[in-house]
């Protein structure tokens, strides 16, 4: 009995959470309303408050869309997590694990058994399984492809074989596929025996009878063209297509240059093999621009808001080291000169200054490179004249701040020569952050790595090492 | 005639670096060879690099997309894209402003004069003029306004009336409206007596003879339904819609969580004033993912990747401006315990490494955060679990690296009482870190600020410091 009521007060603090998160999200509370129109939603959100109990909850559950519901389990701490995922109806698991973040998913399958796990795979088109698929438990994964047909099991294993950044593992099979020697009349009396459409459906796929692409039949021109036209006539000819193994970064820039809907993905010999769609692409950019940002931080994207502190851990731990061999080495570089220290101890307490501008300065510009490399603007023609305008601006930008500490040095020290070094050794330190900068992220782009991984911590590496051994050195020789 | 001379070499050279973009750019190369079948595109590129001459580089121009032009202009250095500029046609010139970033457009619009800037902007939609009205100058867009018609002119006001981050500013008005009370069929009929839809038109806008929405009727479904049901009885009549207040940014989640192509947009009284499309859409989000990148690194977008050393300078001052003061902080700080650094030198070769490793362990925390915040999932509930678990994080990695460190320490410089201080100032900073990586982008958020924009220029501020005064505080207390 005391369980039960263990549970009973978990379970009660975890439906305070889910009503918190309902309020503070206006669109999902908007979604409950259109669905509920009798009952207004404050309403609806006392009613929760004061029945607190689980079939409530349960039945508000149902009532959301998956994406909702994912949004709410990402948004729970671990434990609360588990107990809202328990009241999700089984038939819903597929859908919502797709929706769910990777760190995320992986702690609620971990949390199901191989048949619940199974069942849920088995509600899922073979694209979505894809997606899946990596974080399933082995054995599953065997069950799950014994229990496909022919056709499945071939799009599943060739999905699965694609890497995670190609056409193919993004694309869908959901294609509709039309003849081109046929009148838009029977064109459309085709549509009407079918009966219903995939979802983003904006075009019909026109081929012979190889499944060889011959172009694209929009369905608003199929809708304002008189039916008597051929499909031949009215279609799309030469459209944008993919192959499976375009790099999906590629295809994401071509969606939003051609403003696309869907596409078809052939093969090398033309022939219609799936199609990729918006939303897919649309997950991918968002997916992309959060894993730059968490990589320039030195973090991977398996950890989740939640993670245990032993996961969040082994998460950060390598560019922390990482940083720990360039902060000794820096630590070196300063030892190598405290015999000028011990004379001129002023020196300790200016050095981190002219590091530490450097590291932003450095900064700046290693993040409009990796920018501009995004976008596939700098190629070997122009890297001349971008290496000139960052020296440039450090130059000017080492004079200007460079000259503000020196007075400043000046002030604290009194000291002449102390405080043109400073000066120098900032303008000094900032040209080589400038060099740096655009140099480090195309070398790593040389050596086939993402130049949005750890190039802030190498910059700041240099620019430390690099500020204290030009301003200790410059001391060094002419001021002890 | 020397004067024609070098323009001719200029364009040369301007010549010789879109053969290059192209070259690279291998989905425009295959636009350009699907739009001229029979000249393989090897050939094509030889045909441009043998002639070198304007009206080639010009028919070369004319053929391509409109947003392949504006990646082109954007990957050259000012004087080459103000030459192509010059050879791209003038009834082009509004499409391409609009593709352009917002930098690069200052740059081609200040080589325009007013006439053609009103014949660019008079190709215009309302919804585009709405995009490039702010980088117009005055007078050209006064004039503009006045050559509008009234339903024109007062959308263009109201679109310019919303912030950029509503979705006001980002609707058009390529809507295509049916009653409810019609059959099917007659919806067909009257669609091809239009003749032709608006750009990503999936679905229609029911509304009533008030132009309150009704309902919205997709037209996928609108082909395979038998053609005698109603237009009611077909349609959704609890669609997904936005008003022209909506912050872009929750609307661009719900175009994610429910899969939308395009979406109603109506007023306080349900009245319909526009719609909302996926490329908008798309477009937002990754001028968003941009920005937030950059402006961790204390960018503003207004740079582009060749903007004048003067112009480039004025964008980073800010953020250098804010570091020198921090930086000029931590040596105070530093100033501080010169005593001892003088009696101990070795404290100066080490306190570099505390502050570093706080720094990279807090800018990691404060990443995890802003894109918590960034997603919603961070709220005053679960603040706590949060805190716990970085305080967690902080501790286990303090010990460890700390304890590293402690031992590289003593190896160094055989002093215990100086090696058990290097691995208690390293716990201590990392707890700082944790706590002000939590701190400062909520507190940020709590003063209505994008935690993005900073936020990491603030907590290298606090570690260094505090790295600082804890470990040289210990140092003085315990060591000399």
Chains 1, 2 share one sequence.
Do not use: C
Request: proline residues 3%; aromatic residues 4%; hydrophobic residues 50%.
């Amino acid at each position: 009995m005391a369980e039960n009521q263990e549970i009973k007060e978990s379970l009660q603090e975890s439906l305070q959470q889910v009503i918190t998160l309902l309020d503070k999200q206006h669109l999902i509370e908007d979604l409950v309303h259109k669905q509920e129109q009798d009952a207004p939603k404050q309403e609806l959100l006392e009613t929760l408050v004061h029945k607190q109990n689980l079939a409530v909850l349960q039945s508000k559950l149902d009532l959301l869309h998956p994406a909702d519901v994912a949004y709410i389990l990402e948004a729970l701490p671990l434990e609360q997590r588990l107990d809202v995922w328990e009241l999700v109806k089984a038939e819903r698991d597929g859908e919502i694990l797709l929706e769910v973040s990777d760190a995320v998913r992986q702690t609620l399958i971990a949390d199901m058994d191989s048949d619940e796990l199974l069942a849920a795979a088995e509600q899922l088109d073979t694209d979505e399984l894809a997606d899946l698929a990596p974080d399933l438990p082995k054995d599953v994964l065997q069950d799950l492809l014994e229990s496909l047909d022919t056709q499945n099991r071939e799009r599943l294993q060739s999905a699965l074989a694609y890497p995670d950044d190609a056409v193919g593992a993004l694309m869908d099979f959901d294609i509709v596929t039309i003849r081109e020697d046929i009148s838009l009349e029977v064109a459309l009396r085709y549509l009407r025996r079918i009966g219903t459409l995939p979802d983003h459906t904006d075009k019909l796929f026109v081929v012979d009878r190889h499944d060889i692409l011959r172009g694209v039949l929009p369905l608003k021109r199929l809708v304002v063209k008189d039916l008597d036209l051929g499909v031949s006539e009215v279609m799309t000819a030469d459209p944008v297509v993919f192959n499976p193994e375009d790099l999906a970064d590629d295809a994401s820039k071509a969606f939003e240059r051609y403003d696309l809907v869907t596409a078809p993905v052939v093969d090398a010999n033309n022939k219609l093999v799936g199609r990729l769609t918006v939303d897919a692409v649309m997950d991918f950019i968002r997916e992309e621009a959060e894993s730059d940002m968490l990589s320039m931080a030195g973090l991977r994207e398996e950890e989740d808001l939640f993670s245990s502190v032993w996961k969040s851990v082994q998460n950060r731990w390598a560019w922390l080291a990482v940083n720990l061999v360039t902060a000794l080495i820096a630590s070196r570089v300063i030892g190598m000169f405290e015999g000028s220290i011990e004379k001129v101890v002023a020196l300790a307490a200016l050095m981190p200054i002219v590091a530490g501008i450097g590291g932003n300065s450095g900064n700046q510009t290693t993040t409009m490179i990796v920018r501009g490399l995004a976008l596939g603007q700098i190629a070997s023609h122009n890297m001349q004249s971008l290496l000139k305008k960052e020296l440039g601006v450090s130059l000017l930008n080492g004079l200007i701040w460079g000259g503000v500490l020196g007075f400043i040095a000046f002030m604290l020290y009194h000291n002449t020569t102390l405080s043109v070094l400073m000066t120098a050794a900032m303008t000094l330190n900032l040209l080589l952050a400038a060099v740096m900068g655009v140099m480090i992220p195309l070398v790593m782009t040389k050596f086939g790595r993402d130049p949005a991984v750890g190039s802030s911590v190498l910059i700041t590496a240099v620019t430390d090492s690099g500020g204290f051994f030009i301003f200790l050195g410059l001391a060094t020789v002419f001021l002890t």
